[in-house]
């Protein structure tokens, strides 16, 4: 058959690609065959929002790092990842050709597995990528109140049951009791708020905040509700239920006072509402856990700081900058190392002791805090540990703080000493068993023995030191023994170079 001349003008579908042609006449034995072909795009493969950390659930995309339309190689970075911990860098785990950017910039609050991108193999068309038919935000439900289900007449309906409120000509109401209570006590109208309950129920907080508005409107009158009652033969006042109504008491029933408002200001005022970000929700939910979930218990001691200060001021004569935060952490990891029964997690299920010292150090930033790790602690040496402690602080502050860097952990320890906090109580980061709490140095007066025996006061630099532990795992006397060591360390820090 000889090649077909057409001059072709299509229309693309959703289908297909419908055509109009004309041409040639090319011989009585020319079939046209091109009025109708299927349209097929490039198969796509789909890139979802990865987990970037174990307690990620929603992530920001904060630059992509390629274009559509450019080629794309395996471990290529993609886009910048804004997790609740860090600034996480992206990789491609295909080759192909970036053909659709499904999430742009600045895209927030993404959940996980969601489609942000889509790649075609090379050589394939990027500009035809098939888009999926399900992408897209998630729609909105618009919450429809339900018609309610009437009882039977013959059942007899529970107190709790929420009751249906009928008004001639307005909608109806699933009434919670609290509601009911509120709503008869000051003469409020439910029709005027729609229900925000399950399955269309009026609830306590839709009546509080229809009181709120009448509040606001016009000062609460305190009016009793006054209903002719049904007289028996005799003309006594008697109840629907057939029972006798007590005549009122000739004393005056006092006011009822105003419903109090949970989680409300007395004076009603208005406030700014601040959206958390990734981070502050990881941090209240962790912190939510922490408290709810481990029992803690709690153990201080005072310790002398006189020896590390004056170690400190040794090394830099010697142009050595170390901080007493940095001898803290090398205390710390020695004293792991000769009680290797406190270097434990609590896994689930029970206790898991630690080959190595992870000492997790608490950093605060601009979204909340976070625990970057000086791994392998106890080999490390003051000064290299003063140098791992800047360099993750920085990473830490500027958002830019890898997985590796904060995942983990043996033993959580929190610094507040720089603004000027003598004590206090940290929580256990889980599954870590424990977190140490140290507070500023501070003179203080004591009686102390000098070499000849005679007692005379001194000036002394004490530092208290909180210890948080799970009692699951350890008990109040390790935690008690393991404080005792950490001091004697601290107040002979010669001791940090043998072990």
């Known amino acids: ?46 890139i979802f929002m990865p987990a970037l950390s174990p307690t990620m659930e929603e992530g920001n995309i904060v630059k992509w790092l390629k274009k559509e339309g450019e080629p794309v190689n395996v471990g290529d970075a993609l886009c910048e990842i804004e997790t609740d911990k860090a600034v996480v860098t992206m990789e491609s785990s295909d080759d192909g050709i970036l053909a659709k950017i499904m999430r ?48 039977p007449a013959s059942a007899p309906a529970p107190s709790l049951v ?101 989680g409300r200001p007395a004076s009603m005022d208005t406030f700014t509402e601040i959206p958390p970000s990734d981070t502050r929700r990881v941090i209240a939910k962790r912190v939510t856990e922490s408290k709810t979930t481990i029992p803690h218990t709690y153990a201080t001691a005072d310790c002398d700081l006189g020896a590390v200060l004056k170690l400190r001021k040794e090394l830099s004569k010697d142009d050595i900058k170390v901080s007493v935060n940095d001898i ?12 290797p029964d406190v270097n434990v997690i609590w896994d689930g299920v029970g206790p898991r002791q630690l080959q190595s010292i992870d000492i997790s150090i608490t950093v605060a930033t601009d979204q909340g805090f976070t625990t970057p790790i000086i791994k392998d602690a106890a080999a490390k040496g003051v000064q290299e540990i003063a140098a791992s402690t800047k360099a993750l602080t920085k990473k830490a502050r500027d958002g830019k703080l890898v997985p590796e860097e904060y995942q983990g952990g043996s033993f959580s320890i929190s610094d507040l000493s720089m603004f000027g906090i003598s004590s206090f109580i940290g929580f256990i980061n889980s599954p870590q068993a424990c977190a140490l709490a140290v507070g500023r140095a501070r003179a ?35 935690a008690s023994k393991f404080l005792v060591n950490l001091k004697a360390n601290l107040e002979n820090p010669v001791r940090l170079a043998l072990s």
């Open 1 to 46: 058959m000889p090649a077909c001349a057409c001059t072709i003008h299509g229309t693309a579908s959703h289908h297909g690609l419908f055509l109009s042609a004309s041409w040639q006449k090319l011989g009585a034995g020319h079939q046209h065959s091109c009025l109708f072909f299927p349209f097929i795009g490039a198969p796509a493969v789909k």
């Open 444 to 478: 203080e007066l004591s009686l102390v023995v000098d070499e000849e025996g005679n007692e005379k006061l001194q000036q002394q630099q004490f530092m208290t030191m909180t210890l948080a532990s799970d009692s699951r795992v350890i008990d109040e006397e390790l």
């Open 104 to 151: 742009e910039e600045g895209s927030k609050n993404i959940r996980l597995g969601t489609l942000i991108a889509l790649l075609v193999e090379e050589g394939e068309d990027w500009k035809q990528v098939e888009i999926p038919s399900d992408v897209g935000d998630t729609p909105s439900v618009t919450a429809a109140t339900p018609t309610p289900t009437p009882l």
């Open 328 to 339: 803290i952490i090398k205390a710390t990891a020695v004293t792991l190392k000769q009680m």
């Open 162 to 262: 929420h009751k249906t409120e009928q008004h001639s000509g307005k909608l109806q109401f699933r009434l919670s009791p609290a509601a009911r209570n509120i709503l008869e006590t000051h003469d409020l109208d439910a029709s005027k708020c729609v229900p925000s309950g399950p399955r269309g129920i009026f609830t306590k907080e839709d009546a509080l905040r229809l009181l709120e508005q009448k509040q606001k409107g016009r000062p609460l009158e305190s009016k009793p509700v006054v209903s002719s009652p049904t007289l028996d033969k005799t003309g006594v006042p008697v109840s629907p239920l057939g029972k006798t109504i007590s005549p009122p008491s000739a004393r005056p029933t006092p006011a009822r006072p105003p419903v109090s408002m949970p």
